[in-house]
């Protein structure tokens, strides 16, 4: 490990990729992420590793797509707009089960939107915009250590699940400057020596043509996909029993519940204390694991707590995943911001409060 | 004792193809597998097919592929070029894939000069989606969607996309060849061969264009489809070299 330094999120999480393993990153500029191609474009030759500015956010998981199944360790990153155009290639990779770890530094929308933070991509990041059924572990930090911690864990998950998986940040964590403590460097196989461990990948099959290797997605015969499609459930069944996080605090005796993820979780765990100086008892539920959701924890919530709320950079996306989790046992209410401004610690827990007295608690 | 005068190459693999009677994809796809294994190459290889008429093309060619969305085999074998520097790496696109929906990914590519290369079969028209028309469709040519003939003025003129990518300083080796006749047939074989001698040297990019015949969806027979590439096809894409390592032609 290194020692602790101080340094941007965003270059921050590129570190952590190379640490991981990466030797492929494919990108294309758009803000509030550009630090990481810039980062991957000068760093990455230093390990021995390629980068390419590739033509459009199409091309650029695309080329993850193959160096990725020609059993390359891949890091793609982009923003929302940008992660709307890497759909079609989430739904191949899954599809084809080729591994690669994707990093969002989520801003405003719809549309070209704005380049301040934004959650509102948690649609898109838990339910994709790709076709067909599919998948992608989606993990949220709320601190550029926690990032780091996750891009580089990611690395290996994604190798082991053989699909896609992604990290989910936002425009201020991408921007922010922390102190972090990096991993260490993992040994990276030489393109002759990836069969061993990826014995489905591309690279040549040399002398024995027995063990010629495909990586496809069309499975035209309705029989023969659907099966298919059940055996990536049963690794996704797999995968929402081992990957489920949440952190909590004092869900058990609170009158009021906060459920938020990422840098709204952060700001929330302050608004909470301010709270609880005016003697009311507020717990905190923080997803870490948007994909799978922890549900779960929801069951731990006390009776006696008279109203749950969602708090998100969005018009109210998680709140459904909420309302799944809460299953109508308690109130649940929405405090969002969206267009890129981020509410203040005050403007959290005055608002919470208003919901809290309305609600006759 | 007899000496085996013909093998069938073992870059074919045993199996029955999904083409039509009298299309061409059979002759390109056999001639790459032959250069490939005259190189002794097969083991050594990664093909990236496309979507198309051809997106079985990983079942019959005895390499190491990959089956591209529409359009992105470039981009794909860029990829694939950076894990593995020393394979050889092909795309194999249709004018739809290639000329349409992956002009961004190939022209690109191209400009990069990736050590890869690039089999483009023109036949002038969606073959798999059943005869629409295609950046190269010729004016006057019926498909689906141009059920009276392509016009200018609706929907502009076909695409040259060797004279296109010719361009581009990354694209050192570009020659158009056409599947009509054994003489032809004989000099795409050598195009083959040069192509991927220059990917070997790690020169650039390379790409053969294969004028090809889709009999199905022309409406023609085999027979008036090779007539219908020697009259129509041929003089609005003439065949040679665009582009080589010497330069020129």
Known sequence: ??????????????????????????????????????????????????????????GAIMMAYGAGAAGGRVFITSSSPGIALFQEGISLMCSAQVPTVILTVSRCGPGIGGIQPGQADYFQATRG?????????????????????????????????????MIFTDGLLGQM???????????????????????????????????????TSLRIVPDVLEKYVHGLFEKYEQAEKELCRVETFDIEDADMVIVAFGTVARITKEAISMLKEQGIKVGLIRPISLWPFPYDVFNKISPKTKVVISAELSMGQMIQDVELGIAKRFPVRLINRTGGTIPTSLEIAERAKKIYEEIGG | MLQPVFEYTKGMLPV?????????????????????????????????GPIGCSVMAHRFMNVDMMECAHGRAPAIASGIRRVHPDKLIFTYQGDGDLASIGTAEFIHAAARGEHITTFFINNAIY????????????????STTTQTGR???????????????????????????ALN?????????????????????????????????????????????????????????????????????
């Open chain 1, 177 to 215: 400057m922390e102190p972090v403590v990096m991993p260490d460097f993992v040994p990276v196989p030489k393109s002759d020596e990836i069969r061993k461990g990826k014995p489905w990948a591309l690279t040549g099959y040399g002398k024995d043509d027995s063990k010629r290797n495909t990586v």
């Open chain 1, 1 to 58: 490990m290194s020692g602790k330094v101080l340094m941007k999120g965003n270059e921050a999480f590129s570190e952590a990729a190379i640490r991981g393993g990466c030797r492929y990153y494919f990108g294309y500029p758009i803000t509030p992420q550009n630090e990481i191609p810039e980062y991957m474009s000068r760093e990455l030759p230093k390990h021995d590793g390629h980068f390419i500015q590739a033509e459009s956010e199409i």
């Open chain 2, 127 to 142: 073959g798999m989606t059943g005869g629409q028309m295609a950046p190269t469709t010729l004016i006057g040519q019926k």
């Open chain 2, 151 to 177: 016009t200018v003025a609706q929907a502009g003129a076909p695409m040259r996309v060797c004279e296109l990518v010719s361009t581009l300083d990354g694209a050192v080796y570009v020659e158009r060849v």
């Open chain 2, 181 to 249: 006749s054994p003489a032809n047939i004989n000099k795409a074989k050598k195009a083959v061969k040069r192509a991927f001698d220059v990917q070997e040297k790690k020169l650039g990019f390379s790409m053969i264009e294969f004028v090809s015949t889709c009999p199905t969806n022309w409406g023609l027979s085999p027979l008036e489809a090779i007539d219908f590439l020697n009259e129509k096809m041929l003089p609005y894409y003439p065949l040679g070299v665009f582009r080589s390592p010497e330069g020129g032609q």
């Open chain 1, 129 to 165: 915009g790709g076709n067909g059924d599919y998948r992608v572990p989606v993990f949220a930090p709320s601190s550029v250590q926690e990032g780091v911690d996750m891009v580089y864990q990611a690395m290996e998950l994604s190798d082991k699940l053989r699909n896609p998986v």
């Open chain 2, 16 to 48: 029955e193809t999904n083409y039509c009677p009298g299309c061409t994809h059979g002759i390109s796809h056999r001639l790459i597998m032959e250069v490939l294994e005259e190189m002794d190459m097969l083991g050594n290889t990664i093909g990236c």
